[in-house]
């Protein structure tokens, strides 16, 4: 006990330290970048002004005067001084203070005096900080399994990635399938990387894709039954390619992954409840998998539409203080993420009887059960 009890707090003594290294390295990385930063030495706060616009929308201005000190490059250690304006808002600028760094467009240099601008704030310090986290809360709650499941997410976010890029370059007609092909990649990969090359991979795997698929052609034929009545697909934001087959990529990914909550939290109490009673039946293991489901059906749906909300609460206090109806606003930025949650509540419904008997299938009347 006491051994395990040293180990542990060595760990957390680790990972602090890996964070102070973090933290000490990227406040002083400046020599990595071709574009020259600036660290603010001193800041003169000007007096704050009280503005409105037409839509009798209030902020306060301040100027700021700030002195910086460049870190890298052929002007290092030059000064520079710039004026910045922030509002109370916060929502297009931001309040500089002393120590922090800012990347600076260099305009000219006049007779020693160097012309430049605030082109964005230095922030790899905290986007390297909020990984660390991450990573450690990972490690010391879940162990292995929880860095494997961190892993799976870069990979899929690479792939991600690599899939837009294909797009792009290949301008296809018919790119819907890209990501089709995509999700079944993701969705292996992830299981793979986080559950083993093994019986309960297979059945949540097979799961995944039938819950999915079958949402998917419901929500696809509900729309095409009906003609997609009131859903404007160019309503999609900064749509280059065919809005519809956007639309409906946009809907898979998203359909995905709450489909693969559910079959991962199903199928995983139905291994559990098979090796710890190994003469449970098929029925008893498929009412149990139906059960969970049931339990986490709701709470998920919730979580989609509540996920749908926040991403539409801006555009549609917009559309409202523009004068817009809400028949109008609804129509123009709502209807086509409600329409993507539905199917998405649709996947979750048809994949909870489908995890639990498939895993039901696989363990039932076995009194061994490998993992």
Same mark, same amino acid.
């Given at each position: 006990?006491?051994?395990?009890?040293? %180990?542990?707090?060595?760990?957390?003594?680790?990972?602090?330290?890996?964070?102070?290294?973090?933290?000490?390295?990227? $406040?002083?990385?400046?020599?990595?970048?071709? &574009?020259?930063?600036?660290?603010?030495?001193?800041? =003169?706060? +000007?007096?704050?002004?009280? #503005? $409105?616009?037409?839509? /009798?929308?209030?902020?306060?201005?301040?100027?700021?005067?700030?002195?910086?000190?460049?870190? =890298?490059?052929?002007?290092?250690?030059? $000064?520079?001084?710039?004026?910045? =304006?922030?509002?109370?808002?916060?929502?297009?600028?931001?309040?500089?203070?002393?120590?922090?760094?800012?990347?600076?467009?260099?305009?000219?240099?006049?007779?020693?005096?160097? =012309?430049? *601008?605030? %082109?964005?704030?230095?922030?790899?310090?905290?986007?390297?900080?909020?990984?660390?986290?991450?990573?450690?809360?990972?490690?010391?709650?879940?162990?292995?399994?929880?860095?494997?499941?961190?892993?799976?997410?870069?990979?899929?976010?690479?792939?991600?990635?690599?899939?837009?890029?294909?797009?792009?370059?290949?301008?296809?007609?018919?790119?819907?399938?890209?990501?089709?092909?995509?999700?079944?990649?993701?969705?292996?990969?992830?299981?793979? @990387?986080?559950?083993?090359?093994?019986?309960?991979?297979?059945?949540?795997? $097979?799961? @995944?894709?039938?819950?999915?698929?079958?949402?998917?052609?419901? +929500?696809?034929?509900?729309?095409?039954?009906?003609?997609?009545?009131?859903?404007?697909?160019?309503?999609?934001?900064?749509?280059? #390619?065919?809005?519809?087959?956007?639309?409906?990529?946009?809907?898979?990914?998203?359909?995905?992954?709450?489909?693969?909550?559910?079959?991962? /939290?199903?199928?995983?109490?139905?291994?559990?409840?098979?090796?710890?009673?190994?003469?449970?039946?098929?029925?008893?293991?498929?009412?149990?998998?139906? &059960?969970?489901?049931?339990?986490?059906?709701?709470?998920?749906?919730?979580?989609?539409?509540?996920?749908?909300?926040?991403?539409?609460? %801006?555009?549609?206090?917009?559309?409202?203080?523009? +004068?817009?109806?809400?028949?109008?606003?609804?129509?123009?930025?709502?209807?086509?993420?409600?329409? #993507?949650?539905?199917? *998405? +509540?649709?996947?979750?419904?048809?994949?909870?009887?489908?995890?639990?008997?498939?895993?039901?299938?696989?363990?039932?009347?076995?009194? /061994?059960?490998?993992?």
């Amino acid at each position: 006990m006491l051994k395990n009890k040293s %180990a542990r707090l060595l760990e957390v003594v680790a990972l602090l330290l890996l964070g102070l290294v973090i933290y000490v390295v990227t $406040s002083h990385d400046a020599f990595l970048y071709q &574009q020259p930063i600036g660290q603010v030495v001193k800041v =003169n706060n +000007g007096p704050g002004q009280a #503005q $409105s616009d037409e839509f /009798d929308n209030h902020d306060r201005v301040t100027s700021q005067y700030l002195k910086l000190k460049i870190l =890298n490059g052929k002007y290092r250690n030059w $000064s520079v001084n710039l004026k910045n =304006n922030y509002s109370k808002s916060g929502a297009l600028d931001q309040k500089f203070k002393v120590g922090q760094q800012i990347f600076l467009d260099v305009h000219q240099v006049k007779k020693g005096k160097i =012309n430049a *601008s605030i %082109a964005t704030y230095k922030r790899d310090t905290y986007l390297l900080m909020l990984c660390w986290l991450i990573f450690s809360l990972l490690f010391l709650t879940m162990r292995f399994q929880g860095l494997r499941s961190l892993f799976s997410v870069a990979i899929n976010f690479v792939i991600f990635l690599a899939l837009v890029q294909f797009d792009v370059a290949w301008n296809q007609t018919y790119f819907f399938w890209i990501f089709a092909l995509g999700a079944l990649i993701f969705t292996g990969l992830s299981l793979v @990387i986080v559950l083993g090359f093994n019986k309960q991979c297979w059945v949540t795997f $097979s799961s @995944i894709i039938i819950g999915t698929g079958l949402g998917l052609l419901l +929500g696809y034929g509900a729309l095409w039954l009906t003609d997609s009545k009131g859903l404007h697909y160019e309503a999609l934001d900064m749509a280059t #390619q065919d809005p519809e087959q956007l639309f409906f990529s946009i809907t898979l990914i998203g359909l995905l992954g709450a489909v693969m909550d559910a079959a991962t /939290d199903i199928v995983s109490t139905v291994f559990e409840m098979k090796a710890s009673m190994p003469e449970v039946s098929k029925t008893q293991l498929f009412k149990s998998g139906h &059960q969970v489901g049931k339990s986490i059906m709701g709470p998920l749906i919730n979580v989609l539409f509540l996920v749908f909300f926040a991403e539409s609460f %801006a555009i549609g206090v917009l559309y409202f203080r523009t +004068g817009n109806t809400i028949a109008y606003t609804f129509e123009w930025t709502m209807s086509l993420g409600v329409v #993507q949650s539905l199917i *998405s +509540g649709i996947g979750i419904a048809l994949v909870v009887p489908t995890a639990a008997f498939l895993a039901a299938q696989a363990l039932g009347g076995k009194k /061994d059960v490998s993992h």
